[in-house]
């Protein structure tokens, strides 16, 4: 090989494999042509491992769940209230209405 192909871009993929981090290197392609995607993130470990590294990011999106449900339950009882009393002046007021309205 001379010295231009060891430092094409997959000499810059086996520097950053040399350091351990294929994660922040993301997908690089092989001799053969194919490309691979390293596995060894966080996530990845955790999976494979069987421990509960994804719990907090579960228990985060069900708190996060759970107050968008109650936001908008509260925007439309908060709406129902108004509307409800509009509608309660009207039917109690219904006789006239009809009279006035013809």
Known sequence: ???ADAEGPGAVA?????????AA??????????????????????ASSGTTAGTPARGRAVAGTALF???????FA??????GGLCE?????????IRSAG
């Open 1 to 3: 090989m001379s010295g």
């Open 69 to 75: 449900v109650l936001g908008f339950s509260a925007l």
């Open 14 to 22: 086996a520097s950053l494999r040399a350091d351990g981090d294929d």
């Open 25 to 46: 290197a993301g997908p690089h392609q092989t001799g053969a042509g194919t490309v691979t995607i390293p596995r060894n993130t966080t996530a990845a470990r955790a």
């Open 89 to 97: 002046a009207l039917l109690a007021h219904r006789q006239e209405l």
């Open 78 to 83: 908060s709406y129902g209230a108004p509307f």
